[in-house]
């Protein structure tokens, strides 16, 4: 580890399933297994960390998705850790943000990700939420709605100190080819889950673009003839929202061709 008392603490790697070790069974795919995706985003109304990664098995017949909450504002503090079955549905691409609105009715996590039944056929895109509350207390249940026609969303996640006003749904946004973006709004009921509604999606037409590859690997990296994946089929991550005293806004971005005539790419 490395120690500087200006900056704190910094420790040595380790592999990123160990936060879960300890606190689930030693079945969970959660305390073994690193299989990608991982996020960590500030929660910035309850002062806490939350850490996501996925996890699977070689057959992709066993799907977790697992999450980590800090009790404080410490990253290096204890954690409660959770593993959410999504059994033979991989729950691919998945994003996080943190929701706040003024009646704390929707105020919460919230999730996106990409399902694939069996590890290979897309169904659409799950949106699920948890409620925004003391990492003591069980968040052991998703609420979540299921849009076919929806991919790679990604939740806002709430900059700044104001809430949102109150009885406010999180909102999605994703990318769906066309100079179009998609936008939802989910409302989740976490006494009730069918009770949950999500509205959309309203189309917001944006100036013509084009995608960086078309969607495909074409972004060079040194020392190697391999490319990178562009990415430009959908929106990066994070989906930043904020409240303004006249208005509230969202900022997206995405990977873009810069021309049509080259495979230079940059960030809009």
């Known amino acids: 580890a490395i120690s500087d008392s200006s900056v704190g603490t910094l420790l040595a790697p380790q592999p990123l399933h160990t936060i879960w070790v300890g606190g689930l069974p030693s079945s969970a795919l959660c305390a073994t297994t690193d299989c990608g995706d991982p996020?960590?985003?500030?929660?910035?109304?309850?002062?806490?960390?939350?850490?996501?990664?996925?996890?699977?098995?070689?057959?992709?017949?066993?799907?977790?998705?697992?999450?980590?909450?800090?009790?404080?504002?410490?990253?290096?503090?204890?954690?409660?850790?959770?593993s959410y079955q999504f059994n033979s549905n991989l729950p691919d691409y998945p994003k996080l943000g943190v929701w706040q609105e003024g009646s704390g009715k929707y105020s919460g996590i919230y999730f996106s990700a990409n399902i694939f039944a069996n590890g290979n056929s897309f169904?659409?895109?799950?949106?699920?939420?948890?409620?925004?509350?003391?990492?003591?207390i069980s968040l052991n249940t998703l609420t979540c709605i299921q849009n076919s026609g929806a991919a790679s969303v990604l939740p806002a996640d709430l900059?700044?100190?104001?809430?949102?006003?109150?009885?406010?749904?999180?909102?999605?946004?994703?990318?769906?080819?066309?100079?179009?973006?998609?936008?939802?709004q989910f409302q989740p009921d976490f006494s009730a889950p069918n009770n949950s509604t999500l509205s959309g999606p309203v189309g917001i037409t944006v100036s013509t673009f084009h995608e960086a590859c078309g969607g495909g690997a074409c972004v060079p990296q040194a020392g190697t003839h391999e490319k990178l994946d562009s990415l430009g089929d959908r929106l990066m991550?994070?989906?930043?929202?904020?409240v303004y005293s006249t208005h509230d806004a969202l900022v997206a971005n995405q990977s873009v061709q810069v021309s049509s005539s080259s495979n230079q790419t940059g960030v809009r």
């Not at 996501?52 to 009790?71: G, I």
């Open 159 to 184: 900059e700044g100190t104001t809430a949102a006003a109150s009885g406010t749904g999180d909102f999605y946004l994703d990318f769906s080819g066309s100079n179009t973006l998609n936008l939802y």
């Open 123 to 136: 169904t659409g895109a799950d949106f699920c939420a948890l409620p925004l509350v003391s990492s003591s």
């Open 39 to 82: 996020i960590v985003l500030c929660d910035k109304p309850a002062d806490r960390w939350i850490i996501s990664q996925l996890a699977y098995n070689n057959s992709l017949s066993v799907n977790e998705w697992c999450m980590a909450v800090s009790d404080s504002a410490d990253a290096q503090g204890p954690y409660h850790v959770y």
């Open 237 to 242: 991550y994070r989906l930043s929202y904020r």
